[in-house]
């Protein structure tokens, strides 16, 4: 009798994401990773005409195709320095994985982020920053927010991964992801490479934060993470204030990065993303419901900074938080507070 032969495995093209703040750093970092020649080339996104899902798509598409002219093998994209590289990895998976199983397979081998040394130095730890000239507002942001979903970080500056309070930082914002020199990218290279299924969803279920939040410990050397948890919302107010005048490094600690998810009494309805990189707050509104079961009880904060007070920090925050009588007071009370902060897109006047 014969025995059944098992069906050989479709052919793989596995995809590398590379960004980087200067986009001449993502295309030859992306050079090097593909042995110097990248199959598919940088594709441009055009704000405010297209985004990053937009963009996601778009190549998603043009891998297919490639894909379907026979096209195979390792594949790095240099993503234009304003494209969000969770949110392009996170779509084309998405996307690709709808391809029938016979057909060659695409998926996203890794998330590569481009920086150095100097760059971390200065735009998170906040030193020599007089140095830049006029940044945009949100460069600490969109820099921190690449580091953190990254699987590989890659230095372009010497002895980058040497210890240092920037590498420090890099550890703590992204543990698991694997910290090389540009030097060390050939050595790299000629690693087995082995395509995880669904590697971009697990990167953005696993950040440094989210960690933290979950109990894991991931201090490295003079960077130090603290968790602050508490049941009852923020007074949009005392929140301000207490963000504007007690979040200093002489009262509280160097605040490198902090993330998590809180609640404001003044918008009740709906969990807010909370977001500080170089000095800057940002309080976006998340899909989660206040009513919904997976939402936070209250307030769920990570803070990664330097030198923390760890006691003044709690202390302050406590501050912001509603007093009895005003919880007591309920949502029509909440409602009528000042709320300094910026209105969400979707929030309409009643």
Not at 76 to 101: F, T, Y
């Amino acid at each position: 009798m014969d025995t059944p032969r098992s069906l050989p495995r479709p052919p793989v093209l596995a995809v590398t994401l590379v960004s980087a703040t200067d986009a001449a750093d993502s295309a030859r970092i992306a050079r090097q990773l593909s042995g110097g020649v990248t199959s598919v080339e940088s594709v441009a996104v055009d704000l405010p005409d297209s985004d990053s899902a937009e963009f996601a798509a778009e190549l998603a598409a043009e891998l297919a195709r490639q894909a379907d002219d026979g096209e195979s093998g390792i594949t790095a994209i240099s993503l234009d320095p304003v494209a969000d590289p969770m949110e392009v990895a996170l779509v084309l998976e998405h996307l690709c994985v709808r391809r029938h199983p016979g057909d060659t397979r695409i998926g996203v081998l890794d998330v590569v982020a481009v920086t150095s040394v100097d760059e971390v130095t200065r735009v998170l730890l906040g030193e020599g920053a007089e140095d830049l000239g006029p940044q945009q507002w949100d460069r600490a942001e969109r820099l921190a927010a690449r580091l953190e979903f990254a699987g590989l970080i890659v230095l372009t500056d010497g002895d980058g991964a040497g210890a240092s309070p920037a590498v420090d930082l890099l550890r703590v914002l992204s543990p698991g992801a694997e910290i090389l020199t540009e030097r060390d990218l050939d050595r790299y290279r000629q690693r087995r490479a082995v395509l995880t299924p669904q590697r971009a969803h697990r990167l953005a279920s696993d950040l440094g934060w989210q960690r933290a939040l979950r109990g894991v410990s991931s201090d490295a050397g003079s960077v130090t993470t603290f968790v602050f948890r508490d049941p009852l919302p923020f007074h949009p107010g005392r929140l301000n204030t207490a963000v504007a005048d007690e979040f200093v490094a002489h009262r509280v600690g160097r605040i490198l990065r902090s993330r998590g998810l809180v609640r404001l009494a003044s918008r009740a309805d709906r969990v807010a993303s909370w977001s500080i990189a170089g000095d800057v707050l940002s309080l976006d509104p998340t899909a989660i419901r206040s009513w919904s079961t997976d939402a936070p009880v209250g307030q769920e904060i990570v803070f990664l900074g330097r030198d923390l007070d760890v006691d003044e920090l709690t202390r302050v925050l406590h501050g912001c938080l509603l007093t009895p009588r005003e919880l007591l007071a309920g949502p029509d009370l909440w409602r009528t507070l000042a709320d300094p902060f910026p209105r969400w897109e979707d929030e309409h006047q009643h």
